[in-house]
């Protein structure tokens, strides 16, 4: 992901992933094994080494603030109304 920013010009010391799931975030940080998560695929155990060497950072956001909800569930008028102008911000900062 790094690499793919890097060629749009984009240099990042880290990627920073925001994460509504404190319990995903608690195993990436801890590498012990647990019997619960032995058939975990190898994708998280890639994701979790990137984390062990800072290349990426999980941050918690709650379910509230996730802007990504916007896309993917049927949010309340409010709730919707507040991801896009969240999201309007954002572009307007980059631009």
Do not use: W
Not at 22 to 33: D, E, M
Not at 36 to 43: A, D, F, G, P, Q
Not at 66 to 73: E, G, P
Request: aromatic content about 10%; overall charge neutral; glycine content about 2%.
């Amino acid at each position: 992901m790094k690499q793919i920013l890097e060629d749009y010009g984009l240099k990042f010391d880290h990627i920073l992933i925001n994460c509504d799931d404190t319990i995903a975030i608690s195993l990436s940080k801890n590498p012990v094994q647990h019997s619960s998560t032995k058939y975990i695929e190898v994708r998280h155990h890639f994701l979790r080494d990137h984390i062990v060497r800072i290349d990426v950072i999980l941050e918690f956001i709650g379910t509230k603030h996730q802007l990504i909800d916007i896309f993917t569930k049927p949010l309340t008028k409010d709730l919707f109304l507040q991801n896009n102008k969240n999201l309007f911000f954002i572009h307007m900062k980059d631009i």
